[in-house]
């Protein structure tokens, strides 16, 4: 049922299909019908013997080999995070190249045919494998032989170690895609379009009439019209690719070594300081993917730390070299970039942030600074300073100044809001018995009062302004509910380790909402670290047709620029569920990297509104391949790729996924959160989505009000009326009342046009003159006035009755909420001639009130 669709092991994929000639590929089905002639010819006959050519791949006074039956080895693992990600579930397996072939990077290998086998660790940490063979594999076959005559053809494999994230243990349609680049017997080249440039693969021939290439040709590329070809006998080899021309060869029980490639780890531990920071300085200045959108000045970052490092080296002091490391770091602004491994680091941290002054703060929307959290026993509470209270200054700064100038520890940020949010936390730890002056105004107080507060060994109110505060670290991945508003809740705390669990308990929740007929579903992605990319995948759920997300860009050495290549990352319809209500999404900036990747994909569906104070933490460039260890036994950590969607521009970096709905940072949400302990965020959700989409958006434009032309053109062309939307109705006596406003509910999916008409009607000409003589008529769109000179005058006999109407063209609607009115006035009371009872004077307001979701 489910599907990876492009995020199998989504950092391994990154493609452009390329031109390539066409090759001839048998289907498993052809295999099974050629079984009995493969047996029949597994062993030469003298005839075949004398015709075949007289070179082959084989060593000509090599020994009489026998084919493999198993092959062995190991995998080189440098990289835990990786492995701790995407890994949990691993095997080995057979993996079929004629995607490689084909240059088709959307090559699903074939369920059928799939041999797996297992991957264990010994007790020194060394990951080996195991693969047995089939005695008669059914892969499909392809002629490589470039004799441009029709053969049977081979079946070619690397050995790859991969994961299984559904139901049984193989491979399904859509869990793979293309070849793998990682952890392969074959060495696949990161910087040209994943192509392999060595190591070994294994072929299987159904006799010895068939060739293989035995060089790479002048292109340097495997399986295209210049690669050299030689005899291949039946059944197994090992062909090595690292030998010219390349040696074919066989045994029983081959060893492997399967080459982690382009994820492995950078390790320049072996270099001094200064070396290793030189190296580690050149391959980010070259790689980083958005120096020209943060206006990075490497070089000028070289200048700085370079002797700074060389210095500490000199006088061999660790603390410096750290805090040098550190400090470039922090020099870069992204999220994704760390320094890790130093418990100096630590033994800082906790001297610099120990104490506390027993109050917090936070920025309002209105510009004021107060605190939000103040202790019942600390400093700022003995020294009679209130919950609510407006911070003026620290340490006779203006207070807005003195933020802007705090580092917090948890350097560096992409967000410039996720730095702020840092800085009101900061800006109130120091060592135990700093003073520090600050003035501020109590609520209701007359005049500011300033007073020095010492910071005591507090931490109560710093980890109650973490984003991460509450966070249960024993919950599962996904959690879900059905809410008392009937509303359904899915938390989703995590998107790493065990990939296959986190998809098999989303499943689960979506199933549940779909049986309940939840009329929305509220994602709670507010605490989530990241892990593994799945906004594809859970987006499936939601969609009814194919959308193309983004693409993935690295940089090549070959042609010093960021290229991508491949299909792009996109979400299609899951095969069997498919929910079509409302979704929320609630972020924070503890909504990080794969976290944000969820919330962006599904914030590009038009059914989803995303909630929060503030927007995800904005850190998406791609780490796994800029993992570092530096000399000193520290770890370094800078992203290589980054994500630009389908119209070339950079996603969620530096800006995060933004709320449709932020909820306001003022008092009364800070009392209700942190005093009444309630869930603003989730509350104004629930709020909103309880209304039609679009509901809670201001628009940016109000529609478009057409010529005259145009709404006689639409009119007579049977356009829709507003009126043929709503979801009221009211009864006849309702609509007499004066002094009345009647709502209603027009939700659009997306903008149409619509005629926004006023009508009315009497039986005959003499009440009609009466009638209009005593109506008063205004029309306003989104509080704006339209003048009455601008709508359609039409009069007519309908139905038997003379009738007035003023009607005009709405287009193009922005999304977001509008509101149409329109305003009668009746100066006196009034009959129409077709109902009995007078109408009173009076007033009555028709507001239409239109949802646009996109």
């Not at 701790?84 to 699903?108: A, H, K, P, S, W």
């Not at 602004?333 to 906790?350: C, I, K, M, R, W």
């Not at 309002?364 to 003995?382: M, N, Q, T, W």
């Amino acid at each position: 049922m489910l599907k990876i669709k492009s995020v199998a092991i989504p950092l391994l994929i990154a493609i452009l299909l390329v031109a390539c000639r066409p090759t001839k590929t048998a289907t498993p089905e052809m295999v099974t019908e050629t079984i009995s002639q493969i047996e029949a010819t597994a062993a030469p006959t003298e005839e075949s013997a004398e015709s075949a050519p007289e070179e082959s791949g084989m060593e000509a006074d090599a020994a009489p080999q026998k084919e493999p039956y198993q092959i062995t080895g190991t995998i080189e693992i440098t990289n835990a995070i990786i492995l701790e990600v995407y890994y949990n579930q691993r095997f080995v397996m057979l993996e079929d190249l004629t995607g490689f072939i084909q240059r088709d990077y959307e090559y699903q290998q074939p369920l059928d045919a799939e041999i797996l086998g297992p991957v264990t660790v010994t007790e020194e940490g060394e990951f080996r494998f195991s693969l047995n063979l089939p005695a008669i594999p059914i892969y499909p076959f392809n002629d490589v032989d470039n004799d441009h005559e029709e053969d049977q053809g081979v079946q070619i494999w690397q050995i790859a170690m991969n994961a299984n994230y559904f139901d049984d243990p193989f491979l399904g349609e859509d869990e793979t895609s293309g070849w793998s680049a990682n952890y392969t017997s074959a060495r696949i080249d990161s910087e040209n379009k994943h192509e392999i440039l060595g190591g070994t693969l294994l072929v299987w021939s159904p006799d010895d009439q068939q060739g293989f290439p035995s060089g790479f040709g002048e292109d340097g590329l495997l399986f295209t019209e210049d690669d050299p070809t030689a005899p291949i006998p039946a059944g197994y080899t090992l062909v090595n690719l690292d030998e010219e021309p390349f040696k074919f060869y066989q045994e029983e029980k081959a060893t492997l070594t399967l080459y982690e490639g382009e994820l492995t780890v950078n390790d320049l531990s072996d270099m001094g300081w200064s070396e290793g920071f030189e190296a580690l300085h050149n391959k980010l200045s070259t790689e980083y993917p958005f120096t020209e959108m943060k206006g990075i000045d490497w070089d000028a970052l070289y200048e700085e730390f370079a002797p700074r490092i060389a210095v500490a080296e000199d006088e061999g002091d660790e603390t410096a070299y750290y805090l040098a490391l550190r400090d470039y770091s922090w020099s870069i602004p992204d999220g994704h970039v760390g320094l890790g491994g130093s418990a100096v680091s630590n033994q800082l941290f906790e001297q610099e942030t120990a104490g506390g002054y027993g109050f917090a703060i936070i920025g309002l929307d209105d510009g004021r600074v107060i605190a939000h959290i103040v202790s019942e026993e600390g400093p700022a509470a003995e020294a009679g300073m209130l919950w609510g209270t407006e911070i003026l200054e620290w340490n006779s700064t203006p207070i807005r100044d003195a933020i802007a100038e705090v580092i917090p520890w948890s350097m560096p940020f992409s967000s410039e809001e996720s730095l702020r949010v840092q800085q009101y936390r900061y800006l109130l730890r120091s060592p135990v018995g700093t003073e520090a002056e600050v003035t501020y105004q109590n609520p209701d107080a007359d005049a500011p009062t300033t007073v020095t507060l010492k910071s005591i060994a507090e931490r109560e109110t710093f980890s109650a302004t973490s984003i991460y505060a509450g966070f249960d670290r024993n919950s599962l991945p996904v959690e879900y509910e059905i809410l008392p508003s009937g509303f359904g809740y899915i938390k989703i705390s995590s998107l790493s380790e065990d990939i296959s669990l986190i998809i098999r308990l989303w499943e689960w929740a979506i199933e549940r909402m779909i049986v309940n007929q939840v009329p929305g579903i509220i994602i709670d992605l507010r605490q989530n670290g990241g892990g593994s990319p799945l906004g594809t995948l859970f987006a499936s759920y939601f969609v009814e047709e194919r959308i193309d997300i983004s693409r993935s860009y690295y940089y090549s050495e070959k042609s010093s620029k960021f290229e991508t290549f491949g299909p792009p990352d996109y979400t299609e319809p899951d095969d069997e569920l498919y929910y079509d209500g409302q979704l929320a999404v609630l972020v924070s900036p503890a909504c990080a990297s794969a976290c944000e990747n969820v919330a962006y994909v599904l914030s590009k569906l038009p059914q989803t509104r995303v909630f929060g104070f503030y927007a995800s933490d904005g850190i998406f460039g791609e780490v796994a391949r800029g993992q570092y260890i530096l000399p000193g036994g520290f770890s370094f950590q800078a992203p290589t790729g980054m994500s630009l969607d389908m119209n070339g521009e950079v996603i969620i970096e530096g800006t995060g996924v933004v709320p449709d709905v932020r909820v306001p940072t003022n008092e009364e949400t800070m009392r209700a959160r942190y005093i009444d302990e309630r869930d603003v965020v989730l509350d104004y959700a629930i709020e909103v989505i309880s209304k039609p989409l679009g509901a809670g958006i201001t628009p940016e434009a109000s529609p478009k009000v057409g010529s005259k032309s145009e709404a006689q053109a639409a009119f007579q062309s049977q356009t829709d009326w507003l009126d043929m939307h709503v979801q009221e109705t009211y009864t006849e006596s309702e609509l007499a009342q004066a002094g009345r406003t009647y709502t209603y509910t027009v939700p659009l999916g997306q903008s149409r046009d619509l005629i926004w008409i006023y009508a009315w009607c009497t039986s005959d000409e003499e009440h009609f003159e009466d009638n209009w003589s005593k109506i008063e008529l205004e029309f306003t769109l989104n509080g704006e006035i339209i003048p009455i000179d601008d709508f359609v005058e039409l009069e007519g006999v309908f139905g038997g009755n003379q009738c007035r109407a003023y009607y005009t063209l709405l287009s193009d609607w922005a999304v977001g909420e509008h509101i149409v009115t329109t305003t009668v006035t009746f100066a006196e009371s009034l009959n129409d001639g077709i109902t009995e009872a007078d109408f009173p004077a009076g007033t009555h307001v028709y507001e239409y009130r239109v949802f646009v979701a996109r």
